[in-house]
């Protein structure tokens, strides 16, 4: 079996199951805590070292948050952003050009598109797009201090290029969580009904 419809078959079946074992209730809650802990994981991006890596972590919650609903990924993305505008002031541009952002094209990419490669290139794409928001138009050195803030062609292809890779990376991590959620709300649903 190709990857493409490994990737399919989990995320179309987890989208269904969870759509009808979920009331909306549940959701709204879940989205709140998803985005939450996206929240704290977003503003552990100030300790140097390993902060980084829980910071890139958020990305997690919120395209869970999408994938249970787009609805919900939405307003877990807002909600992440204003806990993070009280809690860590300093990561919410970063949060939402660039993590939040992923999340989110991830979860909705996931949801509507059915080509893995196409899930891919689109949650890169956009977060090629936020990354240049910040570097080009806020002047916001996200990438360090070597890279100028000028429109530059390579530094664009080459963003281009490490997005898509990144966002396969995530896609692969997303479909390995949400095969493990999938087992584990399979099992809690055969618990109750006993």
């Not at 949400?178 to 055969?190: A, G, W």
Request: proline share 2%; net charge positive.
């Amino acid at each position: 079996m190709s990857f493409r419809m490994k990737v399919v078959r989990t995320f179309s079946s987890q989208h269904h199951m969870t759509t009808h074992q979920y009331s909306k209730t549940k959701k709204l809650v879940l989205g709140s805590l998803l985005g939450a802990i996206a929240a704290i994981l977003q503003s552990a991006g100030l300790i140097a070292g390993i902060g980084y890596v829980f910071s890139m972590l958020a990305t997690g919650p919120i395209v869970l948050a999408t994938v249970l609903s787009a609805r919900i990924g939405f307003l877990t993305y807002i909600l992440t952003s204003l806990l993070l505008v009280i809690i860590q002031p300093t990561e919410v541009l970063i949060f939402l050009f660039t993590t939040g952002l992923l999340g989110v094209s991830l979860g909705m990419s996931f949801k509507f598109v059915k080509n893995s490669a196409l899930v891919y290139l689109i949650a890169g794409a956009c977060l090629t797009f936020g990354i240049a928001i910040l570097l080009y138009v806020f002047q916001f050195p996200i990438l360090g201090p070597s890279i100028t803030t000028q429109v530059n062609g390579k530094v664009i292809l080459g963003l281009l290029i490490f997005s898509v890779l990144y966002s396969a990376v995530w896609m692969k991590i997303s479909v390995l969580g949400m095969k493990k959620l999938n087992k584990k709300m399979l099992r809690n649903v055969t618990f109750e009904n006993q």
